[in-house]
């Protein structure tokens, strides 16, 4: 039976073009006030006012929801390393006791603590853990996520990592992209050799991942001391080759020319952005490469620096907004938070800045022509708040506004005392 959203007072539609938003594009929401949204075997068959929704011919036979305050696409969230076994707690006290990176590191602490961790979790127990977490996503509007591996750096705990994600979308309604981020980090018993840790990832984890269709997307972290633009190019070149989509973490720490590496391998996103020229923003408009910017890991780092939002707007490239939901530098899974943070310290509007986190987000994952926006076709992914006016979403923070969030047409999130149900007599 189809299924009757209304009493809406503010709907954001986001209806145009389906493609990545750019510029001026960023802020055109699509409101409409008074609306409602009519659903049929999880798929949206008719947005807009409520008047002319409720005309539409299976609106009368359908079951009808009766909501109020603001109505927008579920949140994408492009960017998060969601399985970790462990957070980093103690990582958390010394930092905070004015330890530094080094310090952490030297401690046993770090990305190291979390490979460790990952190593030993059996998979069953890290499947588990994943759906708990994505009941969190849930209950805060985000209804597609991006998961990363990158904690394992063995072949062993990198295929565990992905086949938990597999197993975990079982358990969960919060629907999950694997990215393969083998890349992420060089091991312990690798002892610093970049090039000889790539080759085995790339003879060995990355064919394997490919012929199990174990993960949508391949990942890679080119930074200082990590891995190298010219490293960069040639593995994504490959993971393109063997069917995985190109994306990366670039200009994070420092410019070292990530980003034109990855876009030389055809990237679909390129994720931080926080030191990007303006020769890299130039390539990413050209290649037409979305920026997914995470500005609540520089909040919790307790950074100044953010990414350059307004300049990368302002030059035509499409901008997403993202967790980067990770145990060491983003213990953070409410997009509400990162919209507060994107409009307070990277200059966006609200506007913008709930685009970022829908419509492109989507993009941002190659399924913006099914999820991202409410119009007719698109999968009734939903999230309700309590607000006046979706500004609010951005305005208040450190609390969760959303009390009903759907997926696919079904209710997977509600917090009953806001929203009721009233069903045909």
Same mark, same amino acid.
């Given at each position: 039976m189809a299924t009757l959203f209304t009493g809406i007072k503010q709907l954001l539609t986001f209806a145009g073009?389906? %493609?990545?938003?750019?510029?001026? @594009?960023? &802020?055109?929401? #699509?409101?409409?006030?008074?609306a409602a949204v009519l659903v049929d075997s999880g798929i949206i068959v008719?947005?807009?006012?409520?008047?002319?929704?409720?005309?539409?011919?299976?609106?009368?036979?359908?079951?009808?929801?009766?909501?109020?305050g603001v109505c927008l696409p579920g949140f994408v969230d492009s960017h998060t390393h969601a399985v970790f076994a462990e957070p980093r707690l103690k990582d958390f006290s010394m930092r905070t006791a004015g330890a530094s990176y080094q310090e952490i590191k030297a401690a046993g602490?770090?990305?190291?603590?979390?490979?460790?961790?990952?190593?030993?979790?059996?998979?069953? %127990?890290?499947?588990?853990?994943? @759906?708990? &977490?994505?009941? #969190?996503?849930?209950e805060c509007g985000t209804t597609t996520a991006e998961v990363k591996s990158g904690y394992g750096l063995n072949m062993e705990?990198?295929?565990?990592i992905l086949r938990a994600v597999r197993e975990a979308q079982k358990l969960t309604p919060l629907e999950m992209l694997p990215t393969l981020l083998a890349a992420h980090s060089v091991p312990p018993e690798f002892n610093g050799e970049a090039q000889k840790y790539l080759d085995y990832v790339t003879a060995g984890i990355l064919p394997?991942?490919?012929?199990?269709?174990?993960?949508?997307?391949?990942d890679i972290f080119c930074e200082k001391g990590y891995f190298t633009p010219e490293q960069t190019t040639a593995y994504l070149k490959e993971a393109k080759r063997?069917?995985?989509?190109?994306?990366?973490?670039?200009?994070?720490?420092?410019?070292?020319?990530?980003t034109r590496a990855a876009i030389a391998a055809g990237?679909?996103?390129?994720?931080?952005?926080?030191?990007?020229?303006?020769?890299?923003?130039?390539?990413?408009?050209?290649?037409?490469?979305?920026?997914?910017?995470?500005?609540?890991?520089?909040?919790?780092?307790?950074?100044t620096k953010y990414p350059p939002a307004r300049e990368l707007i302002a030059a035509g490239v499409p901008v997403a907004l993202a967790t980067d939901f990770n145990p060491g530098t983003c213990p953070c899974w409410n997009m509400q938070f990162v919209l507060?943070?994107?409009?307070?310290?990277?200059?966006?509007?609200?506007?913008?800045?709930?685009?970022?986190?829908?419509?492109?987000?989507?993009w941002a994952l190659g399924i913006g022509g099914r999820v991202g926006s409410v119009i007719p076709g698109m999968q009734a992914d939903l999230a309700f708040f309590a607000t006046e006016d979706y500004r609010e979403l951005c305005y208040y923070f450190g609390a969760n506004q959303c009390v009903m969030t759907v997926k696919k047409g079904k209710i997977v999130y509600e917090n009953h005392p806001v929203s009721h149900r009233r069903r045909p007599c």
């Open positions: 073009d389906k %493609a990545p938003r750019q510029g001026a @594009a960023m &802020r055109e929401v #699509g409101l409409v006030k008074n008719a947005a807009g006012s409520r008047a002319a929704v409720s005309r539409h011919r299976l609106a009368k036979k359908a079951g009808k929801i009766e909501v109020s602490g770090g990305i190291t603590s979390s490979v460790g961790a990952v190593r030993r979790q059996p998979q069953r %127990a890290m499947a588990e853990q994943l @759906a708990a &977490r994505a009941a #969190g996503f849930l705990s990198e295929l565990k394997k991942v490919a012929a199990g269709k174990l993960a949508v997307f391949a063997l069917g995985l989509t190109p994306k990366v973490h670039s200009e994070q720490l420092s410019n070292c020319g990530g990237v679909i996103s390129a994720d931080h952005a926080d030191h990007v020229y303006a020769e890299d923003i130039a390539a990413m408009r050209e290649a037409g490469t979305i920026a997914a910017l995470l500005p609540a890991s520089n909040f919790y780092l307790g950074l507060s943070a994107a409009c307070t310290h990277c200059g966006m509007t609200p506007e913008e800045a709930i685009c970022a986190a829908t419509v492109n987000g989507a």
